[in-house]
């Protein structure tokens, strides 16, 4: 379900059916799944990923931030589309981890009424607010929104967005289920007004430069990284010389580094010139 102003509501309403479910999870990957607490949020995200052979190309599709590829052999490995900006890269990252950990989650926990929904939007639903609830954390949001001391509410929440690593909507229904629960009708109407808002990405790059934000964050990253599931197969050839699947899938995965390090190229010339 794509997010608008007109089910916003109802978002809220399925985050807060959800919020004890979600909540649950991230105790069991704060738990089990996190092993370096020191590290930014977004950095802890990245460990979790490699460990599961994570897959970075740059893909020119602005719908599409990632995904999880279920292999023949059960394993499951994260895609993250890098052509998009690094600050809703940071946001996918949680996202896929939601879908990589879940069946995990599941096998440790006890409570027969605690279940995981299989349908599709739901689950969805889950990843996003999951994703979100650990990029916002403990974090207070709705009180720093309201610390700065700015006019325009577009600028506003770029403060946001530089801050919390955060994607523009993501900061919206964040900060709009904190407006409810503070029944600010005035912030909650402003939300609505501004959040069907399209921005360019060099629109964004432009204002985050103007305020003086750290404007790496809305640049995407292009990075062509297949060395983890490269890594793997390799094993997989050291220890089954004679098995030719093996050097089967390694020529796949090769090819598809060369095609998507060609792209990585392109994609970079194309954006030279207004992304430095």
Same mark, same amino acid.
């Given at each position: 379900?794509?997010?608008?102003?007109?089910?916003?509501d109802e978002?809220?309403?399925?985050?807060?059916?959800?919020?004890?479910?979600?909540?649950? @999870?991230? $105790? *069991?990957?704060?738990?089990?799944?996190?092993?370096?607490?020191?590290?930014?949020?977004?950095?802890q995200a990245?460990e979790i990923?490699?460990?599961?052979?994570?897959?970075?190309?740059?893909?020119?599709?602005?719908?599409?931030?990632?995904?999880?590829?279920?292999?023949?052999?059960?394993?499951?490995?994260?895609?993250?589309?890098?052509?998009?900006?690094?600050? *809703?890269?940071?946001?996918?990252?949680?996202?896929?981890?939601?879908?990589?950990?879940?069946?995990?989650?599941?096998?440790?926990?006890?409570?027969?009424? *605690?279940?995981?929904?299989?349908?599709?939007?739901?689950?969805?639903?889950?990843?996003?607010?999951?994703?979100?609830?650990?990029?916002?954390?403990?974090?207070?949001?709705?009180?720093?929104?309201?610390?700065?001391?700015?006019?325009?509410?577009?600028?506003?929440?770029? &403060?946001?967005?530089?801050?919390?690593?955060?994607?523009? %909507?993501?900061?919206?229904?964040?900060?709009?289920?904190?407006?409810?629960?503070?029944?600010?009708?005035?912030?909650?109407?402003?939300?609505?007004? &501004?959040?069907?808002?399209?921005?360019?990405?060099?629109?964004? *790059?432009?204002?985050?430069?103007?305020?003086?934000?750290?404007?790496?964050?809305? %640049?995407?990253?292009?990075?062509?990284?297949?060395?983890?599931?490269?890594?793997?197969?390799?094993?997989?050839?050291?220890? @089954?010389?004679?098995?030719?699947?093996?050097?089967?899938?390694? $020529?796949?995965?090769?090819?598809?580094?060369?095609?998507? $390090?060609?792209?990585?190229?392109?994609?970079?010339?194309?954006?030279?010139?207004?992304?430095?």
């Open positions: 379900m794509r997010i608008t102003s007109q089910n916003l978002t809220v309403k399925r985050n807060d059916q959800i919020d004890r479910q979600v909540q649950e @999870h991230i $105790k *069991y990957i704060e738990k089990r799944i996190i092993k370096w607490k020191a590290l930014s949020i977004e950095e990245y990923l490699k460990e599961h052979h994570l897959i970075e190309i740059p893909i020119p599709d602005n719908n599409w931030g990632g995904a999880i590829r279920k292999f023949p052999n059960g394993t499951k490995v994260p895609i993250i589309n890098t052509a998009q900006p690094r600050i *809703y890269q940071y946001f996918i990252y949680w996202h896929e981890i939601y879908h990589l950990t879940e069946d995990q989650e599941m096998k440790q926990h006890e409570e027969k009424s *605690y279940e995981i929904s299989t349908e599709f939007d739901l689950n969805e639903r889950k990843a996003d607010y999951f994703a979100s609830q650990m990029i916002f954390g403990y974090l207070d949001l709705y009180d720093y929104f309201h610390s700065l001391k700015l006019n325009d509410f577009v600028v506003k929440i770029a &403060h946001c967005m530089k801050s919390f690593k955060a994607p523009y %909507k993501a900061v919206l229904i964040q900060l709009y289920q904190m407006a409810k629960k503070n029944h600010n009708d005035q912030l909650q109407s402003q939300i609505k007004a &501004h959040f069907d808002l399209q921005f360019s990405l060099r629109e964004w *790059y432009s204002l985050f430069q103007e305020h003086a934000l750290d404007d790496s964050l809305i %640049k995407p990253s292009f990075v062509t990284n297949l060395n983890k599931i490269i890594e793997t197969i390799n094993n997989e050839i050291e220890q @089954h010389p004679d098995v030719e699947l093996f050097k089967d899938n390694l $020529k796949v995965v090769k090819d598809w580094e060369f095609k998507y $390090k060609t792209l990585q190229k392109q994609l970079k010339e194309r954006s030279h010139g207004w992304l430095p």
